[in-house]
């Protein structure tokens, strides 16, 4: 098994596993010194986490903590997470520095614009998440009606906003997956344009499904950005294939 050579990047199996081994180790270091930047201005990270709630809710913005280690887990919560997007630069980069020896030589000079697409829409996604929060915060209150006092732990509510912005930054990755598969001739720009109606049917039930706050506004505001994704992709497939 060690003596396989990969044709592509002539590299060994074991190469290829040192490699992945590598990578991680850089990938892990990065997450774990920006992590320890996040545990020690935990209190602004805080800050900035809770202003849609306050946002939503002006007059009653505040957490309750029923267990004494609440904060504990909380803090070490935000550090874990927060290093996990600082370093989202290191950790997409280390990425596609695994992927480029299996690539060609045409393929490898769109590395660093896929990384950079790839950071740049994550980021978008969990920015757009951000300030959806606060309306789906909003929108969940006044569905509970209005004798209900919301006092939220803050893990609970810290959970759900992370997952929220997980998953609009990892939704927002559908151009750069569809530019790639359309660059390895898995589908043509021609094929996805035909199939637009399909797409936005399963872009509407994907955006209805996986949004965390199940508000309307939320599944709005990931499904629209993803449209105009789905047709900017087939644009920028067509004009890189030329």
Not at 52 to 68: D, E, G, I, K, S
Request: glycine fraction near 6%; include cysteine.
């Amino acid at each position: 098994m060690a003596r396989f050579r990969d044709a592509a990047s002539g590299m060994t199996l074991a190469e290829h596993l040192a490699e992945a081994r590598h990578r991680f180790l850089l990938s892990t270091v990065a997450v774990m010194s920006l992590g320890v930047v996040a545990f020690l201005i935990y209190p602004q990270i805080l800050h900035v986490l809770q202003q849609p709630y306050c946002r939503a809710v002006p007059r009653h913005c505040t957490f309750l903590v029923t267990n004494p280690l609440d904060g504990l887990t909380l803090r070490i919560k935000i550090a874990f997470f927060g290093g996990l997007l600082f370093a989202s630069p290191v950790l997409f980069w280390q990425v596609w520095r695994f992927i480029t020896p299996g690539l060609k030589a045409k393929e490898r000079r769109y590395a660093v614009p896929f990384v950079a697409a790839s950071l740049t829409f994550f980021i978008a996604g969990v920015v757009v998440a951000y300030f959806s929060f606060g309306h789906a915060i909003a929108f969940l209150q006044a569905i509970g009606g209005k004798s209900l006092i919301s006092a939220y732990n803050p893990n609970q509510y810290l959970t759900l906003f992370l997952l929220m912005m997980f998953i609009f930054g990892v939704t927002f990755e559908f151009p750069v997956v569809l530019v790639a598969i359309e660059l390895a001739g898995l589908v043509t720009p021609n094929q996805l344009l035909k199939s637009w109606r399909y797409a936005l049917i399963g872009i509407t039930i994907a955006s209805a499904v996986f949004t965390p706050s199940g508000d309307p506004l939320s599944m709005m505001a990931l499904a629209a950005p993803l449209t105009i994704f789905y047709f900017m992709s087939i644009g920028i497939g067509k004009l890189l294939r030329r």
